[in-house]
C-alpha cells in the first residue's frame, strides 16, 4: 500500500504576508521580501506532514491548504 503524498498550496490573494506558517515550517516554507510564502518543494516530505498541517491550520488567513495528491 503506497502512502499518501500531499503538496501545500498558497491562496496569494487570501495571504497577508504574516509569515507564520514560516516560522512553523521553515524546513519547506522561506518568505519573499514582501513577507509572502515561497513553497522550496511540490511534494511535503516524509516525515513532515504533521509539521505541514501545524503550518496551515495556524495560518491566520487560512491561505495555505493542504492538498492531497492523486498519482
Do not use: H
Amino acid at each position: 500500500m503506497r502512502r499518501a503524498r500531499y503538496r501545500l498550496v498558497v491562496d496569494p490573494i487570501a495571504c497577508d504576508g504574516a509569515g507564520v506558517c514560516a516560522e512553523l515550517f521553515p524546513e519547506m516554507l522561506s518568505l519573499d521580501p514582501w513577507g509572502y510564502p515561497i513553497i522550496r518543494s511540490d511534494e511535503v516530505p516524509d516525515g513532515m506532514l504533521e509539521l505541514a498541517r501545524k503550518a496551515t491550520v495556524n495560518c491566520p488567513r487560512l491561505a495555505l491548504t493542504l492538498i492531497k495528491i492523486d498519482k
